[in-house]
């Protein structure tokens, strides 16, 4: 029947290593385009902000993803200069390949954009 063809072929793929290892393999050359695509999408010109919290906040933690439940335990302190590209129409920004900070919380508008040859080398 079908249905036992059907089983004997996924048995025999998912017995093969030769045919994990072509997966696996698959896998990475996607990751990698993903990630030549990031890097492609994500090529604008990186700005400089300068982290403006209200007290008493000492900051504003990176973020994983552009959600903000996603933190990272680090943050970037307040008064600091931060340097990345702008997304989502200026919603987040991208600091490098899987860290961000938003630009505004709730109504406030926490990153400041620090005028060019103002900038004080940047610290992330």
Known sequence: ???AQVAASLDRFFNDDKAWRRVLKEIDVASCLQTLDHAMLSSKKAQQFKVQVPKPYPGVQYRKSKCLEDRYPRYAK???VVTGSIEDDGEWLRIS??????????AMRIL???PEGEGLGGTT
């Open 112 to 114: 400041e954009p620090v």
């Open 1 to 3: 029947s079908v249905d």
């Open 78 to 80: 307040h008064g600091s």
């Open 97 to 106: 390949g899987n860290v961000f900070l938003p630009m505004t919380v709730g």
